[in-house]
C-alpha cells in the first residue's frame, strides 16, 4: 500500500488523482459507490507485482479529484470523456479495463465508443446492461435505494443525520447483504442498518477511516448525480455490442443477482448477445463488494484473461530456485486451440500455491499435457518474446 503513488493530471478543466504502481501495460481499475481507487488497493499491488501498470482514478467528484462546478449536471459520458482524455495525456494506446458495480458501466461504455483503445474487459457487481432511449427502473421496488436516492433532496436528507463516517459505514453493511433491502414507506435506507451493526470481517476500521477522509473531501453531491440520478441516461449506440475479450465475476451472495432482470439475463446467457466474447464466473462466498471481501480469488479468476498482447513477467516457483522468463500473454477464448506455454504468480510471491496459468501459443508446448509443461519449467526452460505466437 505505502508504494501506490498519487498523482494528480488535469483532465478536461478537472485535477483528477490518479493512484498507480508499477510499469509495463497498462491496467486500469474503476470504482463503484461507497467505493474510491481504495477498493482496488489489493489488486493494484499483486498486478504490479507481476509486471504491470495498475492504475485507478478517483472519478470526478469522488475522493481526492475535484467537485465540478455543477455537479447535478455530471453525466456517465463525462466520465468515459474524462477516461480518454487521461489515457492521452499518460499516452496509454491501448489499455486493459476492470470495473466495478457502476464502474463496470463506464468501462463498457468506454468501449463501446473506443474499442481500440481497449485490451480486454473485468467487471465485477453488474453485467452489461443496454439502456435504451425508453429504459425504466419501474419493475424496482419503491423502497429500493436505487429509487430512493433517485429523488431530489431526498438521499441529502438521509445522509445528513449522520456523520459521514456513519454513512460510509451503514452503506457498506448495507451492500453486503445477500438479498434486496427495501425500506418501508415511512423510513429511510439508512434506517434499514442499526447503527451499532459491526463492520463485515474483511472490512476494517482502518479501512472506513481511509473512505470517511476520502468522502469528507468530495462530499456526495457527484455521487448521487452518478450512478443514480444520472443511471438512465443513454448512451446513444445503436445495437451496442462489445467486442473484446471480457470477463464477468460476480458473486452468488451479491444483491444485484436479485435486481430485476440481472440474475436472469446473467445466468440464461442473454448477456452474450451483447458481449459474444464473454466469460462469466461465480464466486459461492462472494458479496457485493467482492474485491475487498475476497481479494485473492478475484485475482485468481481474471489473472488468466488479461488480453494485453504484451511482455509480462513470468515466475514459476521450484523449490528454492525460480525460472522466469517474458511471455506476452494473450486472452484466448476456449472455442479457439490453445496451449498452456507456463504459469506466473499473480501476486508476486515465490510460492508455488501461487501460480496461476496464462495462455498462448508457443511452439514448444504443442501436444504437450499440463505436466509436461510444468516438467519444462522444473527443467529451467524459459520464454522468449519471440517464440510466442498470436
Known sequence: MEMIQHNYVTVRGLKHHVAEIGTGPAVVFLHGFPEIWYSWRNQMVAVANAGFRAIAPDFRGYGLTEIPAEPEKTTFKDLVDDLLDLF??????KVFLVGKDFGARVVYHFTLLHQDRVSGVVTMGLPFLPIGPDAT?????KGFYVMRWREPARAE???GRFDIKTVVKKIYILFTE????VA????????LVDESAPLPPWFSEEDLDNYAKLYENSGFRTALQIPYRGWLEYDGVENPRVDVPSLLIMGEKD????????GDFIKSGMVKKYVPDLEITFVPEGNHFIQEQLPDKVLVHYAGYYHLFAQASAIRAVGNRVCSGIVAMSFLSVSRAITVAGTFSIFGAISAISVLF????VPETKGKSLEQIGQMFED????QSGEVQL
Not at 137 to 141: A, I, K, N, Q, Y
Not at 178 to 181: D, G, T
Open 88 to 93: 492521452d495525456s499518460y499516452q496509454l494506446p
Open 137 to 141: 427502473l419501474d419493475s424496482r421496488p
Open 157 to 159: 436528507a438521509d445522509f
Open 178 to 181: 445477500s438479498e434486496l433491502q
Open 184 to 191: 418501508k414507506e415511512d423510513q429511510e435506507v439508512l434506517d
Open 255 to 262: 444483491y444485484a443477482m436479485h435486481l430485476p432482470g440481472v
Open 358 to 361: 496464462v495462455y498462448a501459443i
Open 380 to 383: 529451467g526452460y524459459y520464454l
